[in-house]
């Protein structure tokens, strides 16, 4: 093995510490802190990318006392301990530095810089270029003609010359002028008073060592006094900070020089750190799949034939999402034999293909079997492209990415490429790297396109027994296939029946809504004085705080926040920042919703197709997406305003369905409190009844402001309200809120009693359960941060019941949808928006439509207190809902 021409020497430690502070908060889904080891590796990645060293050591601090401890106990006292969730990632950095096959250093006694100080002269004596990675100044009296020091958080290469010029003293004098500037990162004393500029102007004239022997040849007689009274603290400064370069040590450059990694042990780390970001830098590995290609009829009938019991299923499409009748192609798996069946591929070139419509005849028997089990991946996805074909499908469903949803629901992705990992410890080219610059699928090879989608089948096939064993052993299996593999096909249907919007009122609206905004703006010129970019948080920062001189808090890199949050709480010292609020609602409302919605419709069936997402919440909940019709407003003029938009077709009637108070009757079901379940049995108004207990008033001194609190109380403390949430949400002070929390407590002793219960249930097992058997795990609770702690408790508390709350929602959705079907009516189901089902109801079909609706929606549950669903019908959602 060759000499290298240069090394790169770092600094572990002050990597370790640069990316710990630099990253905040970072976990993976276990809750296990992640944030020094990401930007470690990132760190020390991107190094390796840019600067291409031809070798590269890490060295790291000893845990044992050094020589300079021995000499000066003080020696880096003011430091504080290694902070807990740091010291439980160093195992997995050195860990990453073994797998990338990094030279590594550490010994008993020694510092790394003395370890990097030995090394340099080591490596610069036999001709090589050195560069000392690290930001610490220390290490500028090593400089020399070959080594110099980069500092990758400033992308800077410091040289001899550099410390020539900064301080007018050669790299070898830096522990002179430190030991009299002193060093309080280290602790190194030097002389009170003295500073580098000052210190430089002293060394120009003289050396450290002709001062130790006689102070007198310091000019000015004040510094020669400091210097005078303090010369034992400067001889043992200059000791401290002078690096030791002839750390007994084995050395051989050639030992250095960078090898291909580990990629297999990089891959396993990366994986259980939930590092996907960093993924890319590992080489992927191709499923060799044989697939075969169809495009003949006759052919692809007879191999369709012997689909007997199960088959994996993937539609190859160029929009990536389901909207719409084309594709580009079918791969289909059964008995471990692939097969990829091209149908609009562009490219020149691509010969022969097989029609869509002569594609989908050939699978109607089998798509429409009831005794073949369909499996795959996002398989909604697929249902709705045939759904959008006509084609109902039939059979058992097994989706993998919902069984790894169950399986760790904390996980924010389930992708296939994660998957691959995850089960398989396989890194599979995602869809982008597979795409290249290509745009879409279709200008892809049929050859490539069928490697690709049939590999991902086969990695499906791999993984299900895995899934559904591990399904098994946490108690998921039947909330697997009772709850959520027949909701895939309920929710295809609702995103294919899509939901009529007025995109003329749209119109109107939006214009409405631009009036309002420029009065808004004139306004808020106005208030300001002078014209600026509303949407700058910079520019506004200045007005509120710099112009008006508004209170703020503590400013940051960026400036003064100027977010929701300060805004409110500025609004009662001024008018602007209210304006400010009105601007920004109504600037949301128009080009989240009013401008975007229109664009959405879908021009073939005149509908807007929402996605529901199925895979995405912790608790169970569903989401929606392309739009999010999750979070336009309820209440308000603008939110019903938009909600007027989504109207039936003619001839038909919206019928809106929601849960009454749901999270709290859960809560009443599974706290068992007695005074809780009795208000519901009762049918009393809970929360009338909670402000008597908290303002001691009978029932006819309730008043609508008294209600409205302890309706915030009520919800708030499902959530784990604190009262300095409260007092903010209801606008009282901290005592208030606090009192009215305790007297909530003390109303229903039995809730207490049961969050008490839930939070210690889940600090011994590590995780909850909703009422259906879904499963959560609670890492935050094994936290040592405190605020991460109170955060696991309040998820103790809030999961139960809002998953049991989903789930729950969920049934009546199965439930209904099959009593629909059964008979043949033309109403359809439409949306789920939290609480909520929005229903098409043909006119003549209205009663008995209500009456299955109710019936399944209270009847989805056997709770100790009944389940009431209001029912609201009108030929737009606004008023539907009420």
Not at 12 to 21: C, L, M
Not at 72 to 100: S, T, W
Not at 280 to 300: D, N, Y
Not at 678 to 707: C, L, N, Q, W
Request: charged residues 30%.
């Amino acid at each position: 093995m060759k000499t290298p021409r240069n090394i790169y020497l770092i600094d572990g430690n002050s990597y370790v510490y640069r990316a710990y502070h630099a990253i905040k908060d970072l976990t993976n889904s276990r809750g296990f802190p992640t944030n020094a080891v990401y930007g470690f590796t990132n760190m020390i990645m991107k190094m390796l990318k840019e600067k291409r060293p031809d070798a590269v050591v890490v060295a790291f601090d000893s845990p044992a006392p050094t020589e300079r401890h021995l000499v000066y106990e003080e020696y880096k006292a003011q430091r504080p301990e290694m902070p807990g969730d740091l010291v439980l990632q160093i195992p997995y950095i050195r860990k990453v530095v073994n797998a990338l096959r990094l030279k590594t250093y550490e010994i008993a006694g020694q510092e790394a810089d003395d370890i990097l100080a030995t090394l340099a002269l080591r490596a610069s004596s036999e001709g090589i270029d050195v560069f000392i990675v690290t930001g610490d100044k220390d290490m500028l009296q090593v400089l020399s003609d070959n080594v110099r020091i980069y500092d990758p958080m400033k992308n800077r290469v410091y040289n001899r010359e550099y410390v020539l010029k900064r301080f007018g003293l050669p790299p070898e004098r830096i522990p002179e002028l430190m030991a009299l500037t002193g060093d309080p990162t280290d602790n190194i004393p030097g002389v009170r008073g003295i500073g580098e500029k000052t210190a430089c102007e002293i060394l120009k004239d003289t050396s450290l060592m002709d001062i130790l022997d006689n102070p007198e040849v310091v000019k000015k007689e004040r510094l020669r006094r400091m210097i005078a009274g303090n010369l034992n603290d400067v001889r043992l400064s200059l000791s401290l900070a002078t690096v030791e370069k002839e750390v007994p040590l084995e050395f051989d450059p050639r030992e250095c020089v960078l090898g291909e990694p580990d990629y297999d042990e990089l891959l396993g780390l990366f994986r259980e750190l939930e590092f996907g970001s960093l993924l890319r830098m590992i080489p992927a590995k191709g499923v060799s799949t044989g697939c075969r290609v169809v495009t003949r009829q006759e052919e692809l009938g007879g191999l369709l034939n012997g689909i007997k019991d199960r088959v994996f299923i993937k539609t190859v499409s160029d929009t990536g999402d389901a909207d719409g009748p084309e594709v580009t192609g079918v791969a289909l798996l059964y008995d471990h034999s692939p097969l990829y069946v091209p149908v609009l591929h562009r490219y020149i070139g691509a010969g022969d293909q097989l029609g869509g419509d002569v594609l989908l005849s050939s699978l109607v028997p089998v798509l429409t079997d009831s005794g073949v089990s369909k499996i795959g991946h996002d398989l909604k996805r697929d249902l709705r492209k045939f759904l959008f074909n006509g084609v109902a499908v039939f059979g058992e469903l097994r989706d993998a990415m919902i069984a790894s949803y169950l399986l760790n629901p904390n996980k924010q992705v389930h992708s296939l490429e994660e998957m691959s990992l995850e089960y398989l410890s396989l890194r599979k080219e995602g869809l982008k790297e597979f795409l290249g610059r290509r745009r879409t699928v279709s200008e892809c090879t049929i050859e490539e396109t069928s490697e690709f989608f049939c590999g991902e089948l086969m990695l499906i096939e791999d993984m299900e027994k895995l899934l559904f064993r591990r399904l098994s052993e946490e108690g998921l299996y039947e909330l697997y296939f009772e709850l959520e593999m027949p909701l895939i096909r309920v929710l295809a249907e609702m995103e294919t029946t899509g939901v009529k919007v007025d995109a003329v009122r749209l119109k109107e609206i939006s214009r409405e809504l631009e009036s309002d905004l420029s009065e808004l703006r004139k306004s808020i010129y106005g208030l300001a004085g002078e014209e600026f970019n509303i949407n700058s948080p910079k520019q506004l920062s200045w007005i509120l705080f710099e112009k008006l001189g508004l209170p703020h808090r503590k400013k940051t890199k960026t400036g003064y926040s100027t977010d929701m949050g300060v805004l409110e709480e500025l609004a009662g010292e001024h008018e602007l920042p209210r304006e400010i609020l009105n601007w920004r609602s109504l600037n949301k409302l128009k080009t989240t919703y009013v401008d975007v919605l229109p664009g959405l419709i879908n021009p073939v069936t005149g509908r807007i197709h929402t996605t529901f997402n199925q895979a995405v919440t912790a608790t169970g909940r569903l989401s929606s997406s392309v739009p999010n019709l999750q979070n336009i407003p309820v209440r308000g003029r603008w939110g019903r305003r938009i909600r007027e938009t989504f109207v039936a077709e003619e001839g038909f009637s919206l019928l809106s369905a929601d849960y009454s108070q749901i999270e709290l009757r859960i809560l009443a079901h599974l706290s068992g409190d007695e005074r809780l379940m009795e208000a519901f049995r009762m049918g009393m108004d809970v929360h009338t009844s909670t402000a008597m207990e908290i303002y001691g008033v009978p029932e006819k001194g309730v008043t609508s402001d008294m209600r409205r609190v302890a309706k915030t109380v009520n919800f708030g403390v499902v959530y784990g309200i604190s009262s300095f949430g409260l007092s903010g949400a209801v606008g009282s002070s901290h005592e208030d809120a606090g009192r009215y929390i305790e007297q909530y407590f003390e109303k229903y002793r039995g809730v207490r009693e049961y969050f008490d219960r839930i939070i210690d249930e889940a600090r011994k097992l590590g995780y909850v359960r909703t009422l259906f058997g879904r499963k959560r795990e609670i890492p935050e609770l094994g936290n040592p941060n405190r605020q991460k702690q109170a955060l696991g408790e309040r998820l103790a508390m809030n999961t139960p019941i809002q998953g049991s709350a989903a789930d729950i929602i969920k049934r009546a959705m199965i439930g209904i949808s099959g009593r629909l079907k059964e008979g043949s009516v033309e109403s359809r189901m439409i949306l789920q928006v939290h609480d909520e089902l929005l229903f098409e109801v043909k006119v003549d079909e209205l009663e008995v439509v209500r009456e299955i609706v109710r019936e399944g929606m209270e009847a989805a549950a056997e709770l100790s207190v009944p389940l009431r669903v209001d029912i609201g019908v009108a030929d737009n959602w606004a008023d539907a809902h009420g």
